[in-house]
T-cell receptor
Framework: EAQVTQNPRYLITVTGKKLTVTCSQN?????MSWYRQDPGLGLRQIYY???????DKGDVPEGYKVSRKEKRNFPLILESPSPNQTSLYFC???????????FGPGTRLTVL | GESVGLHLPTLSVQEGDNSIINCAYS??????FIWYKQESGKGPQFIID?????DKRQGQRVTVLLNKTVKHLSLQIAATQPGDSAVYFC??????????FGKGTKLTVNP
C-alpha cells in the first residue's frame, strides 16, 4: 500500500530534550516536506527536500533540522524543543514539487 | 506577499445539497492549485488539482473552478454526503518549490 508513515504519532516531552520524528514513504517520491499545523494558522511548511541530500527551508524553519540521506526517509529533528513547538506535524511526499502531496497521519507533539 | 485565503471559515449544508467552498489567492504567478480534504484526526488528503491553463476540472462529484481574472478558486461538491464533512484546504504553487496553503474551511453536512 502506498503510504507515508510517521513515528511517533504522539509524543509528550520536556523543554530541551532532543527528539526526532521519523518520516518514511514507499512511493519512490523525490519531493518530501514537513509541515506544522496550528489552530488559526493552517499548514505552514518547515523544511522541504527536492531529492537526496537536497534540503531547503520553508516558512518556519527556526528550531528544526532535517536530513535526507535516503530517498524514502526524511526525519525532523528538534535539537532543543521549546513549548512553542507544541503542534501537529505532518510529513508529505510527492513525485515533484508540483504534484499533489501525500500526507502522513500526523504527529502530535507536546513540549512541556 | 504570497497568501492563500478562504472567504468563509465554516460552511453548513444539508445532505444532498451541493456545496461550494471558495478560496482567494494573491499571487498572479501561481500556476498550479490543489484542493485537500482533512478529516478529524487525519492528514490532508488530495482531492483534485488544476493548472492555470484551465478554467474548470471535474472529478468524481467534485469540480474545481479557476478564475484567474479575480484570482479565485472554488471547489464544488455535488450531492454532499455526511462523509464529506471535513476541513477543506486550497493550496497554490506560486512558481517556487513549495506549496502555500490556505487556512481551511470547515464543512458540516447536516442529515
Amino acid at each position: 500500500e502506498a503510504q507515508v508513515t510517521q513515528n511517533p504519532r504522539y509524543l509528550i516531552t520536556v523543554t530541551g530534550k532532543k527528539l526526532t520524528v521519523t518520516c518514511s514513504q514507499n512511493m519512490n517520491h523525490e519531493y518530501m516536506s514537513w509541515y506544522r499545523q496550528d489552530p488559526g494558522l493552517g499548514l505552514r511548511q518547515i523544511y522541504y527536500s527536492m531529492n537526496v541530500e537536497v534540503t531547503d527551508k520553508g516558512d518556519v524553519p527556526e528550531g528544526y533540522k532535517v536530513s535526507r540521506k535516503e530517498k524514502r526517509n526524511f526525519p525532523l529533528i528538534l535539537e532543543s524543543p521549546s513549548p512553542n513547538q507544541t503542534s501537529l506535524y505532518f510529513c508529505a511526499s510527492s513525485l515533484s514539487n508540483e504534484g499533489g502531496q501525500f500526507f502522513g497521519p500526523g504527529t502530535r507533539l507536546t513540549v512541556l | 506577499g504570497e497568501s492563500v485565503g478562504l472567504h468563509l471559515p465554516t460552511l453548513s449544508v444539508q445532505e444532498g445539497d451541493n456545496s461550494i467552498i471558495n478560496c482567494a489567492y494573491s499571487n498572479s504567478a501561481s500556476d498550479y492549485f490543489i484542493w485537500y480534504k482533512q478529516e478529524s484526526g487525519k492528514g490532508p488528503q488530495f482531492i483534485i488539482d488544476i493548472r492555470s491553463n484551465m478554467d474548470k476540472r471535474q472529478g468524481q462529484r467534485v469540480t474545481v473552478l479557476l478564475n484567474k481574472t479575480v484570482k479565485h478558486l472554488s471547489l464544488q461538491i455535488a450531492a454532499t454526503q455526511p462523509g464529506d464533512s471535513a476541513v477543506y484546504f486550497c493550496a497554490e504553487n506560486p512558481g517556487s518549490e513549495k506549496l502555500v496553503f490556505g487556512k481551511g474551511t470547515k464543512l458540516t453536512v447536516n442529515p
